[in-house]
């Protein structure tokens, strides 16, 4: 069965240092989406994309974030200078853009600033 | 803005004891209302899709069911694999489909 898959399944980095999360959506998925979840609260948007741009953003979403699918099949999320407040789940996930709405999402990305 | 409201936050059940996880939302146009499970460390795992009032889904021991204000998870006689955290999110008319999910039910299956 197609699944979303996520790369690295956990990320240690130093604040103010730049990483890149990665995402392979479900092959014939036309929406990609990254989500986040900071430990013990709800799962928050952050940006969705679609036809190669971002068709919509959250207020999380500022300038530090930017998103990119540089092939046919990566779709990543960057964070230029993280900071403390970045530590959470990153959830990529994909919809196929026909039929019914559901999103499947990959198994996340944990990001520990420190 | 769109809300979702879930209760109780967190319940305890015996193996084999019914009972019903509820979702309160408001939003501009409902699309559509997702139940996901999400078990500890892990992605949400999608369950069912509602898009109108009086809809219900059924999968296993799980039904959802959704009326104008608020959907309903009824677990039948639960087991412990089925504890986890029940999440449910509305998707909006007018937006890029995203989600808006709500804090979640964190059930727990005694056996």
């Known amino acids: 069965e197609p699944e979303v898959t996520q790369t690295p399944s956990h990320q240690v980095t130093q604040m103010g240092q730049e990483v890149i999360l990665r995402c392979v959506p479900i092959s014939n998925h036309l929406y990609f989406y990254w989500y986040r979840q900071i430990l013990g609260q709800k799962v928050e948007f952050l940006v969705s994309f679609y036809n190669n741009e971002i068709s919509e953003k959250s207020e999380i979403f500022d300038d530090q974030f930017s998103v990119e699918r540089p092939d046919g099949s990566n779709f990543t999320l960057k964070i230029r200078s993280t900071k403390l407040e970045d530590s959470a789940m990153y959830f990529c996930a994909s919809f196929s853009g026909t039929g019914s709405y559901e999103q499947y999402f990959g198994p996340g990305t944990r990001l520990t600033v420190t | 803005e769109d809300q979702v409201t879930q209760s109780p936050e967190a319940l305890r059940l015996q193996e084999g004891e019914s009972s019903s996880l509820n979702c309160s939302y408001t939003?501009?146009?409902?699309?559509?209302l997702f139940w996901y499970r999400q078990d500890p460390g892990k992605g949400p795992e999608f369950l069912f899709t509602l898009y109108s009032a009086g809809e219900e889904k059924e999968k296993e021991r799980l039904k959802a069911t959704l009326t104008k204000k608020e959907s309903f998870l009824h677990i039948t006689a639960p087991k412990p694999e089925d504890s986890a955290t029940y999440l449910c999110a509305v998707q909006a008319y007018g937006s890029a489909r995203q989600l808006t999910f709500g804090s979640g039910t964190q059930l727990t299956v005694l056996p």
């Open positions: 939003v501009s146009g409902l699309r559509g």
